[in-house]
């Protein structure tokens, strides 16, 4: 399901989470034209966007007022991952005609290159501790896990795969900085391992294709999805204990569930789906499997829904993009 794996899909779940954080019980059942606006919590946004033509890294408010391009580059800056603290961003771009990795301050000054290597360099995600930077490079000529220093220094492969790594997506550190989780295409499970890359076990050891695991903020639990029990092509999300025990499905949807990720406070599970016919679209649920928050668009406007499992109760919670729509953006630490 990596092909399915695309930026629209990670701007809702954030938005949704955010939305989701800042609490439903003020919007009005029924899909009126003119829904409330529900206040955002406090916080910054960063995202890449097209909105001036080329793809830049902005940030806002998290109302979605001020908002700044912090790099007005001529070439594409994408996947931006705010440091810990909130004082700088790690991104990917592709400068002088190679995708490379850039950090800069949350204000966009002091850009610094931290890669130079010649081949495609992405996905930065930063340690809890705001000391090292996970990456993807294929530098060795499969797409592989790699770390580095937050300054760029000491970059090392974690990974030694044949056929190319999956592209940690959400949480790939554990939050007390100890372990990492990352897809395999070689074979397609989830697999955690320590820092230093040692220690890599299988967690799910299944015949399905499965990937894109995320960590619970508390460390105790692993998201992700599978194709297990007849459904190869119909993806679900199931969720483990770190340790790999206790899997369970929690999402049954005959057009499938996948990407999904936690809320800040695990209380919520967002993730993507077909249900809605041929639409892509952004889904919350809670983290027992039932009430479901989504994204619907109306008139070239997207709006966030939510509903009852069943499909009953459905309010729509707020405006949250026009026809350009935000683009890979992250909540700021605080």
């Not at 409330?36 to 080329?54: L, V, Y």
Request: glycine share 10%; hydrophobic share 35%; aromatic share 10%.
């Amino acid at each position: 399901m990596t092909s399915l794996r695309w930026k629209p899909c990670l701007v809702g779940l954030a938005m949704t989470l955010a939305t989701m954080s800042a609490g439903c019980k003020e919007a009005q059942p029924g899909l009126s034209p003119t829904p409330e606006i529900i206040p955002a919590t406090i916080g910054r946004i960063a995202f890449a966007s097209q909105m001036e033509g080329d793809m830049d890294i902005y940030v806002m408010d998290a109302d979605g007022s001020n908002q700044r391009n912090l790099t007005s580059s001529l070439d594409a800056d994408w996947n931006p991952d705010w440091s810990p603290d909130g004082s700088r961003i790690a991104f990917g771009a592709r400068r002088l005609g190679n995708w490379d990795i850039y950090v800069m301050n949350a204000d966009g000054s002091n850009r610094t290159r931290l890669t130079t290597n010649t081949a495609v360099d992405s996905n930065p995600k930063w340690s809890p501790d705001g000391s090292r930077i996970l990456f993807l490079s294929d530098r060795d000529g499969n797409v592989e896990v790699y770390v580095m220093q937050a300054d760029g220094s000491n970059q090392t492969r974690l990974t030694d795969d044949p056929e190319g790594v999956v592209a940690p997506t959400w949480s790939p550190w554990s939050p007390d900085g100890s372990r990492i989780i990352f897809g395999s295409y070689g074979k397609p499970d989830i697999y955690v391992m320590s820092t230093d890359g040692s220690n890599r076990r299988n967690l799910t050891n299944d015949p399905a294709t499965e990937g894109e695991p995320s960590w619970s903020p508390d460390g105790s639990r692993i998201l992700f999805y599978s194709g297990r029990n007849g459904e190869p092509q119909i993806p679900q999300v199931y969720v483990m204990d770190a340790d790999g025990s206790n899997q369970r499905k929690l999402t049954n949807s005959s057009a499938g569930s996948f990407d999904p990720t936690w809320s800040p406070d695990g209380s919520y599970i967002a993730f993507c789906s077909y249900r809605n016919g041929n639409n892509l679209s952004i889904y919350v649920m809670l983290a027992d499997g039932s009430r479901i928050a989504y994204w619907s668009r109306v008139d070239r406007d997207w709006y966030i829904c939510m509903m009852n499992a069943d499909g009953s109760e459905q309010i729509r919670l707020i405006k949250a993009g026009d026809e350009n729509g935000f683009w890979g953006f992250v909540w700021s630490p605080e």
